[in-house]
């Protein structure tokens, strides 16, 4: 019976170990990050397109400045560089895809937390538009952020959750930088 009860208690010792090591593991926050963004934004995609069925529902009015709609983006950005053709579709596809490797193997490699969780989000949010230009040749934006004032590109923006990904991952990846910045030891200014 005592035997029973050690094991018993080491086993869940262990698994407290094992979880306590992950959430001190960067890598495994940030893989949790790339997975979390990626399922929230193909989830979301999934039920706008096929279950809500936003094309035959739009435009829903949230606020005076922000719709859902359904806006098929060919290119990046903005619908800089849109490709028309699947040859574009997939020099584009290629160009994430590269991105991603470059931005994945920094993830791997960094030893700071919040650096692995932002990297996460981009990364999640780049491989959410990635699939969509594999399943639909065009990534699916929904949120329509509109104004009359005079805000430059973002008087009209069309956004998903990809996208926000992305840009909360790169705003954690400026405030950490400005964090990590404060750590580094300080030397005199030569001359």
């Not at 750590?183 to 200014?189: E, F, I, K, L």
Request: charged share 20%.
């Amino acid at each position: 019976m005592e035997d029973g009860r050690r094991s018993a208690r080491r086993k869940r010792e262990r698994r407290l170990v094992i979880r306590k090591s992950l959430l001190q593991d960067p890598r495994a926050i940030g893989l949790a990050a790339v997975v979390a963004a990626l399922a929230l934004d193909q989830g979301h995609k999934f039920w706008m397109l096929e279950i809500y069925d936003i094309a035959l529902r739009q435009p829903i009015r949230l606020t005076p400045f922000l719709d859902v709609v359904l806006s098929w983006n060919l290119g990046i950005s903005y619908s800089l560089f849109a490709a028309q053709s699947d040859v574009g579709r997939l020099a584009i596809v290629a160009l994430q895809s590269s991105i991603v490797a470059f931005l994945l193997l920094w993830l791997w490699r960094t030893p700071r937390r919040p650096t692995a969780a932002a990297l996460g989000l981009v990364v999640g949010g780049a491989l959410g538009n990635v699939c969509d230009r594999l399943l639909h040749g065009a990534v699916a934006d929904f949120f329509y952020f509109h104004t009359a004032l005079p805000v430059g590109p973002l008087a009209n923006y069309v956004f998903n959750l990809a996208d926000a990904a992305i840009f909360v991952g790169v705003a954690l990846l400026v405030l950490e930088s400005f964090a990590a910045g404060s750590d580094a030891p300080r030397t005199p200014a030569a001359g």
